[in-house]
């Protein structure tokens, strides 16, 4: 939450115009929209009196937009919108019930949501780190395929002789535990385990939101492997990878790392992780993907 927090920033700075195309006057009263999850946040938009209440939904959406957290997602807008406590209804226009300075409470809907996923490939020796965005009304299960189709094909770019299946993943929800400290910003942001898992019974929509959208899924084959491909891998994400795992899924950021060795010391404390990962992050490339 502290890291969109600090995405979000304090105020908006645009600078809205108040003329139309022909340099006359128009009809636009500037709202103060409060995001309910962070209601510091003051989101400042224009919208003319004579649109409708629904069309105020949807332009608060693309104001929300411009934030990676809502970037793309689908039917973006704002729902449960209220003035002074009182809810607007959904059918009006815009000047029949606000004014200029008004200021609203709202939350934000969508059909979609990008997950933050990390994945641990012990025998590999890799985490392998991206957004990835799938229907709030997906299972688990699903998102499941999705994460492992992405992890074996990155693993089968770079020859390393692994495939995963699903008794071999497991999901639980994840905490940014290094957005609390100060970390050089070459540096990457690694999850810590809530210690609670995620079954593939659930749909995305009843188990993550927009603050709370960090997985960590843990891949470890149910028979011992002995060799150690730690010798083969290139901690640079290529173009080829990139080709390939876009097509499952929208996904951005991919990153593909290294495991350290927190995560190698299976029987290290929570703590003792986080204090390692601080201590032994590397540099990360980070390819943008849509």
Same mark, same amino acid.
């Given at each position: 939450?502290?890291?969109?927090?600090?995405?979000?920033?304090?105020?908006?700075?645009?600078?809205?115009?108040?003329?139309?195309?022909?340099?006359?006057?128009?009809?636009?009263?500037?709202?103060?929209?409060?995001?309910?999850?962070?209601?510091?946040?003051?989101?400042?938009?224009?919208?003319?009196? &004579?649109?409708?209440?629904?069309?105020?939904?949807?332009?608060?959406?693309?104001?929300?937009?411009?934030?990676?957290?809502?970037?793309?997602?689908?039917?973006?807008?704002?729902?449960?919108?209220?003035?002074?406590?009182?809810?607007?209804?959904?059918?009006?226009?815009?000047?029949?019930?606000?004014?200029?300075?008004?200021?609203?409470?709202?939350?934000?809907?969508?059909?979609?949501?990008?997950?933050?996923?990390?994945?641990?490939?012990?025998?590999?020796?890799?985490?392998?780190?991206?957004?990835?965005?799938?229907?709030?009304?997906?299972?688990?299960?699903?998102?499941?395929?999705?994460?492992?189709?992405?992890?074996?094909?990155?693993?089968?770019?770079?020859?390393?002789?692994?495939?995963?299946?699903?008794?071999?993943?497991?999901?639980?929800?994840?905490?940014?535990?290094?957005?609390?400290?100060?970390?050089?910003?070459?540096?990457?942001?690694?999850?810590?385990?809530?210690?609670?898992?995620?079954?593939?019974?659930?749909?995305?929509?009843?188990?993550?939101?927009?603050?709370?959208?960090?997985?960590?899924?843990?891949?470890?084959?149910?028979?011992?492997?002995?060799? &150690?491909?730690?010798?083969?891998?290139?901690?640079?994400?290529?173009?080829?990878?990139?080709?390939?795992?876009?097509?499952?899924?929208?996904?951005?950021?991919?990153?593909?790392?290294?495991?350290?060795?927190?995560?190698?010391?299976?029987?290290?404390?929570?703590? &003792?992780?986080?204090?390692?990962?601080?201590?032994?992050?590397?540099?990360?490339?980070?390819?943008?993907?849509?």
């Amino acid at each position: 939450m502290a890291d969109l927090r600090d995405e979000l920033g304090d105020i908006d700075e645009e600078n809205y115009i108040y003329l139309d195309k022909d340099g006359k006057p128009m009809k636009l009263i500037e709202l103060t929209i409060h995001w309910n999850p962070v209601p510091k946040k003051l989101i400042l938009i224009t919208c003319q009196k &004579n649109a409708s209440l629904s069309y105020l939904r949807f332009r608060i959406g693309e104001a929300m937009e411009r934030y990676s957290t809502f970037a793309g997602l689908t039917n973006l807008q704002a729902v449960n919108l209220e003035i002074d406590d009182s809810p607007l209804p959904r059918i009006g226009l815009v000047g029949d019930y606000l004014k200029d300075g008004d200021q609203l409470t709202c939350d934000i809907s969508s059909l979609d949501i990008w997950l933050n996923v990390q994945i641990d490939c012990k025998e590999a020796n890799l985490l392998i780190k991206f957004d990835i965005k799938v229907p709030l009304v997906t299972t688990f299960s699903g998102v499941q395929v999705s994460i492992l189709e992405i992890a074996n094909k990155i693993l089968s770019l770079r020859n390393i002789p692994l495939k995963y299946d699903q008794s071999e993943i497991k999901i639980h929800k994840s905490r940014n535990v290094c957005s609390s400290l100060i970390i050089n910003e070459t540096m990457s942001k690694d999850h810590v385990l809530d210690n609670e898992e995620i079954f593939g019974n659930l749909k995305v929509k009843d188990s993550v939101d927009y603050l709370h959208r960090h997985i960590i899924c843990s891949l470890r084959k149910n028979l011992e492997v002995h060799v &150690n491909y730690a010798s083969q891998t290139n901690t640079k994400s290529s173009i080829s990878e990139i080709d390939e795992v876009k097509g499952i899924l929208p996904i951005r950021l991919l990153t593909i790392e290294q495991r350290k060795a927190s995560y190698i010391n299976e029987s290290s404390s929570p703590h &003792n992780k986080v204090e390692e990962e601080y201590k032994q992050s590397i540099a990360c490339i980070r390819c943008s993907i849509f």
